[in-house]
């Protein structure tokens, strides 16, 4: 069993619920009733970890600027914040050595950063999929000419069409970018052999690591190894430290040719009039006064997973993938997109509908009938998810026009239920019995579509959010200008 000690507390995966910041928070449902939150929604973003919570509140009273500071906690800090680029570079198996961490926003953020630091000539290729989250997509269609390998049947990228594409574009080929894990369907892609591929081909591999980052060990494997992956990017706030860092991973001599991306204070030795000499990474690549806290919560929380071990979070979410998928399965109307055998391949995603609903209508009755928290639409990956929907070029025309025309009534999507390692039976228990009453249409609410938005709102369901929260719904101070002035 593998145990960790996360501020007194030792525990295995199976103790992790209990370190959920707000595990019990109760949430106000349409009958008048309340109950504690069912949270589904882990692939968007993940609640905090205790662990995360009391790094901060011990590392605040010597909290301080760092890298540029002489004063004792100046230094102390530096020292914590450095210490945090390792502890996320150790966490992917990165040769420290030879490559550095990069602390940005956020996955986003990092990849275009990537991008624009790749310096594209006219003509370079990049290679990515049709599976992909916009994020590792539109970054590298910014700067290079893109191809797009397709999709099979069951949702997988097309892998002896990427494999002859990568061998059909050598020499032209830069990059090869390819998501750990599907946001939509949780696929998990072979990111070594594509490594190898793609290497074989003097070109270099990107993984979008967003969304495996939280559920499986990475090991980017030494820097001489053919299926050694080049750079890497995760988000902390989907591996329970929401405090606003992306980690992106790299060699050092990558970084250390050409210009950062961002300038200004911190990525220089020293400026004259004319000139700027540039500093090593990452502090050449991390521009102005960093996210000091949001570094040592992500180190924070790859100790806490590190510690509980990868393999543990693996085989818990893989267990309670199969509870949910056989759940789901046994629900009449339901149809289930993506691979549901074979989960070893799969993170915890379940992306479905409800045959003849809306899927923000389901997503609206979940949230304000069961105070269970999933999330509906096409996800930020809006190729990958009209594949699967088999939407016809003349459907997707159609669609288009009327959301250019402001209204998104019509807007395609699914619904996607998606597991943390803290999740656990009951929680899909309470997602199954809510699909149940759906699809038996014994939901009491009378829901209105908003065309702006496409989404759905219970009639009668007014909260007051303050009552939960006294930070929502405050006035803000200031003058109101009006639209004259
Ligand atoms: C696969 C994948 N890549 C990239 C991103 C972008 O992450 P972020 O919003 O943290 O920049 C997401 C977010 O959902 C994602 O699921």
Redesign the pocket.
């Known amino acids: 069993m593998h145990t960790t000690v996360t501020g007194g507390t030792r525990t295995g995966v199976e103790g992790l619920r209990r370190e959920i910041v707000g595990i019990d928070t109760l949430v106000p449902l349409l009958d008048g009733t309340e109950r504690p939150y069912v949270f589904l929604d882990n692939?968007?973003s993940t609640p905090a970890l205790r662990a995360v919570m009391r790094a901060i509140e011990e590392f605040l009273p010597w909290y301080s600027g760092v890298h540029r500071g002489t004063g004792f906690k100046s230094v102390l800090a530096t020292g914590v914040f450095d210490a945090a680029h390792d502890a996320v570079g150790r966490f992917v198996g990165a040769d420290l050595a030879r490559n550095t961490v990069v602390f940005a926003?956020?996955?986003?953020?990092?990849?275009n950063r990537l991008s624009n630091r790749f310096c594209f000539r006219k003509g370079d290729v990049v290679i990515t999929t049709m599976m992909?989250?916009h994020?590792?997509d539109l970054p590298w269609r910014k700067n290079a000419r893109v191809i797009h390998i397709g999709i099979t049947a069951d949702g997988h990228p097309d892998l002896a069409a990427m494999k002859a594409a990568i061998a059909r574009e050598k020499g032209n080929l830069r990059l090869v970018a390819v998501?750990g894990?599907?946001?939509i369907t949780g696929l998990c892609s072979p990111v070594h052999d594509i490594a190898a591929w793609a290497h074989a081909a003097g070109a270099k591999i990107f993984v979008?690591a967003?969304?495996l980052a939280p559920h499986r060990a990475i090991d980017m494997l030494p820097d001489d190894d053919p299926r050694h992956i080049d750079f890497l990017a995760l988000?902390a706030?989907?591996m329970y430290a929401p405090f606003g860092t992306?980690a992106l991973i790299g060699a050092k001599e990558f970084f250390n040719a050409g210009d950062p991306d961002l300038v200004g204070g911190g990525v220089v030795d020293i400026v004259t009039l004319d000139r700027a000499v540039w500093n090593r990474p990452p502090h050449k690549e991390e521009a102005g006064s960093p996210n000091v806290i949001g570094g040592v919560a992500l180190a924070a929380a790859v100790r806490v997973l590190g510690a509980v071990g990868m393999d543990a979070v693996a085989a818990h979410e893989q267990e309670l993938l199969a509870y949910g998928y056989a759940r789901l399965k046994k629900i009449r109307k339901i149809i289930l997109y993506g691979p549901t055998d074979h989960l070893e391949e799969k993170v915890g995603v379940m992306a479905f509908n409800i045959e003849g609903m809306h899927h923000s209508l389901v997503a609206a009755i979940l949230g304000t009938e069961g105070g269970i928290g999933v999330r509906d639409g096409c996800?930020?990956?809006h190729p990958y998810v009209k594949e699967l929907l088999h939407v016809g070029a003349e459907d997707d025309r159609v669609f288009t026009a009327e959301v250019l025309a402001g209204n998104k009534s019509n807007m395609p999507g699914m619904v996607r239920a998606s597991l943390g390692c803290y999740n656990t039976r009951e929680d899909i228990d309470a997602l199954a019995a809510m699909l149940e009453r759906v699809v038996g249409g014994a939901y009491r609410g009378t829901y209105e579509q908003d065309p702006a938005t496409g989404a759905f709102h219970a009639r009668g369901y007014d909260v007051d959010f303050s009552r939960y929260c006294s930070l929502a719904g405050q006035p803000v101070p200031g003058r109101i200008h009006s639209e004259a002035s």
Do not use: M
Request: proline letters at 0%.
């Open positions: 692939a968007a926003k956020n996955t986003t953020e990092c990849v992909e989250h994020s590792n998501s894990a599907s946001n979008d967003a969304q988000s706030h989907k992306g996800f930020c990956a």
